[in-house]
């Protein structure tokens, strides 16, 4: 069995997605229908569909996507930290159809002016309903706010957090500091867990090699080991790079066979309790 801890769909008839350039070959719709031969093919059988959006509506139709499908086993959903009653949002969302499959939310704090955006005291409050709900919470951060993800988490030991795609390293550039000494810091925390993803795409697009992403797959690897470890095929984002079965092929080679078991089914589901 294998398990995607990271996906993406969107209907641009529904809203925009307004990160996408309008030249971009990933601007167009991509559905689970899209997702479900391609996943089938490469052996994964469950699926966490990741939010892509800071809209309330989006969770709620991923969580009636979810219960629909047979392929979709959890969601990360978005709903607003700062709001003073984040606890009983989280509890309304779990009552909607599909709600059970609610297992962690995700904000992009990549997009926040401030690197300490997570260390605020409303935000804090917010990390705080999550753990309480039982969810967990994924970051997508750059690298220059790597330090304050671990300052939220020390001061959170009962939530666990989740970086997504290594922390976007500047792999095209292939520096390693200060982004690796800050993942080591984060993966110090017993309650930090990383996902191998979104390495393309923080590669060179033109001329990238799978031996360019390798000091970033060592690093994470040595640094969280394999049980704090799960793969992501961060589809469709992936796709003008390389396709779901190139992704997949691409962290498999990263991987020692002996890790594999961990990183592509049980930390995943431990973690998001699929």
């Not at 499959?101 to 705080?128: I, N, S, T």
Request: hydrophobic share 45%; glycine share 6%; net charge negative.
């Amino acid at each position: 069995m294998t398990v995607d801890a990271h996906h993406h769909v969107w209907d641009l008839s529904v809203r925009d997605q307004d990160w996408i350039a309008e030249d971009s070959p990933l601007r167009r719709d991509f559905t689970v229908d899209d997702l479900a031969p391609e996943a089938r093919a490469a052996g994964v059988d469950r699926t966490v569909l990741v939010q892509t959006v800071t809209v309330a509506e989006e969770t709620p139709e991923f969580l009636a996507l979810a219960a629909e499908s047979d392929l979709i086993a959890g969601v990360v959903g978005w709903t607003d930290l700062t709001r003073p009653d984040v606890a009983d949002e989280l509890a309304r969302l779990r009552e909607l159809p599909g709600g059970r499959y609610l297992k962690g939310v995700r904000h992009q704090v990549q997009g926040e002016p401030d690197p300490e955006w997570l260390l605020r005291a409303d935000v804090r409050r917010g990390l705080a309903a999550v753990a309480d709900a039982g969810l967990v919470y994924d970051l997508v951060v750059l690298p220059g706010q790597l330090p304050a993800c671990a300052r939220a988490a020390a001061g959170l030991p009962e939530l666990t957090f989740v970086l997504d795609h290594l922390g976007k390293p500047p792999i095209a550039t292939g520096a390693l500091e200060p982004w690796a000494s800050a993942v080591r810091t984060l993966a110090a925390l017993p309650n930090t867990v990383c996902k191998l993803s979104g390495m393309v795409t923080e590669a060179d697009p033109e001329s990238w090699t799978v031996d360019d992403l390798r000091p970033y797959a060592d690093t994470v690897l040595a640094a969280f080991g394999p049980d704090r470890l799960m793969f992501g095929s961060d589809w469709p984002v992936c796709a003008p790079l390389a396709s779901y079965g190139e992704v997949l092929a691409l962290a498999r080679e990263l991987t020692d066979p002996g890790e594999q078991t961990d990183i592509f089914e049980t930390t995943a589901v431990r973690v998001y309790g699929l």
